[in-house]
């Protein structure tokens, strides 16, 4: 599991847009998805998820909205916006470029992905 807040910080929002992109989930969902796709690198909290998700809501990236399961409960899923589509393209753009100087330092020469 990646402990280290710096690095989970610069890449939560491209990570949860990028999870968006696919379908609209509700908060454990995210972290589930999340977790499983890394292997469990990732393990959000949700006291951890949840405030990210509000400011990204609140920067209009992505918009919740209630839906009542099929067991009658009912549950705030969050979806992109088109604003969020976009960032998630300039975000993607600065991750590439900003992994693939790292890889340069790192690896000692040329790297390309």
């Given at each position: 599991?990646?402990?280290?807040?710096?690095?989970?910080?610069?890449?939560?929002?491209?990570?949860?847009?990028?999870?968006?992109?696919?379908?609209?989930?509700?908060?454990?969902?995210?972290?589930?998805?999340?977790?499983?796709?890394?292997?469990?690198?990732?393990?959000?909290?949700?006291?951890?998820?949840?405030?990210?998700?509000?400011?990204?809501?609140?920067?209009?990236?992505?918009?919740?909205?209630?839906?009542?399961t099929?067991?009658?409960?009912?549950?705030?899923?969050?979806?992109?916006?088109?604003?969020?589509?976009?960032?998630?393209?300039?975000?993607?753009?600065?991750?590439?470029e900003?992994?693939?100087?790292?890889?340069?330092?790192?690896?000692?020469?040329?790297?390309?992905?």
């Open positions: 599991m990646i402990n280290d807040k710096g690095l989970l910080g610069g890449s939560t929002v491209l990570m949860l847009l990028a999870l968006l992109t696919e379908e609209d989930c509700y908060g454990y969902e995210i972290i589930r998805r999340i977790a499983d796709r890394s292997d469990d690198a990732f393990q959000f909290k949700e006291g951890t998820l949840y405030p990210v998700l509000h400011k990204m809501e609140s920067d209009g990236l992505v918009k919740s909205y209630r839906k009542e099929e067991n009658g409960k009912t549950r705030t899923y969050y979806r992109i916006t088109d604003r969020g589509a976009k960032e998630l393209a300039a975000e993607r753009e600065k991750w590439n900003f992994t693939n100087a790292v890889n340069k330092v790192v690896r000692g020469g040329a790297y390309a992905v």
